[in-house]
């Protein structure tokens, strides 16, 4: 895989840059793009880490690869969807994507098994089937998604309009989402069963979004699960691809990602404008824009003189919003004999029982309880170069949730020097996952060579988010009514972008890249990538 961005210690900045992206996550590569496609700036994107890409980066161990946030995507099997026009015109066709199979997630609740097809209709034929009593129930579940998805439109079209026409016109066009954002999962279902099982079942996929139902706003479930409804792909030549597709159109413009570049602080012009930001090394970049893909806490509590954030309002506004959950993920290598086949890429989510919300509160409680869900992922059954890239071997992935307490104790601690306790918790965990993986996919038993446990302390080391969450901000109802979640800040020339404004997720980081580009600009980018997508030189079909 080609490598992406230069390092900043071995190839210091010397040019002047129109803009400066803090973070190489997809919003901010996104936005990059974009001003450089549309707006002819040289941007310069600073990636802290010492690889680009964020939530879509891989890493690696000799024989396997594994991605870190990227196990599929919805709506890019669909050329003429606004999801794969904007990643066909970001990458200017250069991604290509590979089909999952037609069932693309299975729901398992203790021995019970549910599929989730492909296709709208299929999906609520296949719901009918398994619940044939709950007919009408199912129907007006999936009309709640779709009007919820198609109010969500306005929501976001009022994040990139110009403050005078979105104070005229925005404010009927954000009351419609929220009548379905303010209202949790669990309150909107319960209006259309008590089949607990059914609900099980339809928020089974709440781990993309990291809150179980009675904690997470509708709106955010609408836009997963209606994301989904035609089935998913994954990126040839793994998630690594996004990020290696991106970089070519930021620095045709003469812009560059440079890694191992830390920004430590934004640096405030006397009239409060954003001017620049500030390295590790002391060194200052001067900028007239300045975009940060670090997340809304950090930009505002630690790359800000927090006076002034606190003086804008901004902390506490974001006080009032809890961050999302931290997880761990077993990282694991299993060698494969000439001719066995790939194991079934479909995603497995393992629940013991149909209680979501009672399920996470146990298992928060106490590290020895029951799993609140396990999702099982096979990277290397949903890329089709990997038994090329690497022959004899296949992965899994297995994601459950863990609170950042668990390992708070370790925090001031150094990645790979956290202690003998630390390794020992870790040991116990991965055992358990192991234990876990052999239960559910008999056929890796024998196999496995190698594992590796991720913690929320590895995802703040790498991401630098605070408390080591995946989602940043969490998809509470709340968090759609902060104005302060969106491109713009009040400072001049600083914006965000990313998750934080849009919605949690690749894709949502993907958006809130479209929407920061289009304030940046002044100019609708939503309608100009549907635009131009077809005319670009390359548009790959999925395969």
Not at 450 to 456: C, D, G, V
Not at 460 to 470: A, K, S
């Amino acid at each position: 895989m080609t490598q992406v961005g230069s390092s900043y210690k071995q190839h210091p900045v010397d040019d002047a840059y129109d803009a400066i992206v803090i973070g190489s996550g997809m919003g901010g590569l996104t936005a990059a793009a974009l001003l450089a496609k549309h707006g002819g700036k040289k941007v310069l994107v600073l990636e802290r880490h010492y690889t680009a890409g964020g939530f879509t980066q891989v890493f690696r161990r000799p024989g396997y690869e594994w991605d870190v946030g990227v196990h599929y995507v919805g709506r890019v099997n669909d050329p003429g969807s606004e999801v794969r026009a904007a990643f066909d015109h970001v990458t200017e066709g250069r991604l290509r994507w590979h089909s999952m199979p037609d069932v693309y997630d299975r729901i398992r609740i203790a021995d019970r098994s549910y599929d989730f097809p492909s296709g709208l209709e299929r999906f609520r034929d296949r719901m009918k089937q398994y619940f044939p009593e709950e007919s009408g129930a199912i129907d007006r579940y999936i009309a709640a998604v779709c009007a919820a998805v198609q109010a969500s439109a306005g929501y976001f079209a009022e994040k990139a309009m110009p403050a005078p026409v979105a104070r005229l016109i925005g404010t009927p066009m954000r009351s419609r989402f929220l009548r379905y954002a303010d209202r949790t999962t669990a309150e909107v279902l319960s209006q259309f069963t008590r089949n607990r099982e059914l609900i099980a079942v339809l928020t089974g996929q709440w781990g993309d979004y990291g809150l179980p139902p009675a904690r997470s706003s509708f709106a955010m479930h609408a836009m997963v699960a209606h994301h989904y409804f035609g089935g998913a792909a994954y990126p040839v030549g793994g998630a690594s691809a996004i990020a290696a597709a991106v970089a070519p159109t930021i620095e045709r413009a003469g812009g560059r990602i440079a890694v191992a570049a830390e920004a430590t602080a934004i640096l405030l012009g006397a009239d409060g404008r954003a001017a620049g930001v500030r390295m590790a090394d002391g060194r200052e970049l001067q900028s007239a824009i300045v975009i940060s893909d670090a997340g809304a806490r950090t930009t505002f509590a630690r790359l800000l003189p927090p006076e002034r954030s606190a003086a804008a309002g901004v902390l506490k506004t974001l006080a009032g919003l809890l961050p999302s959950g931290g997880h761990l993920c077993l990282y694991v290598g299993l060698r494969r004999g000439a001719g066995e086949p790939e194991f079934d890429a479909t995603n497995l989510w393992i629940y013991g029982d149909g209680d979501h919300d009672a399920s996470v509160a146990r298992s928060s409680a106490d590290p020895d309880a029951p799993w609140p869900v396990l999702f099982i992922s096979f990277p290397s059954a949903k890329d089709p170069t990997f038994a090329a890239r690497y022959p004899g071997h296949a992965t899994i992935e297995l994601v459950a949730p863990a609170p950042y307490r668990w390992f708070e104790r370790w925090a001031d601690t150094r990645w790979q020097r956290r202690g003998a306790e630390y390794e020992e918790f870790k040991q116990r965990l991965a055992a358990r996952l192991l234990r876990a993986l052999d239960q559910h996919v008999p056929a890796s038993r024998g196999r496995v060579e190698y594992s590796e446990l991720s913690t929320p302390l590895s995802t703040q080391h790498f991401t630098n988010h605070p408390r080591g969450e995946v989602y940043s901000v969490s998809a509470v109802p709340a968090r759609f009514r902060v104005r302060a979640l969106g491109a713009r800040t009040p400072f001049r020339n600083l914006y965000l972008t990313g998750a934080d404004a849009c919605t949690p997720g690749v894709t949502g980081a993907l958006f809130g890249g479209v929407i920061t580009a289009s304030v940046v600009l002044g100019r609708n980018l939503v309608s100009a990538i549907s635009r131009h997508a077809a005319q670009d030189a390359v548009l790959p079909r999925v395969s």
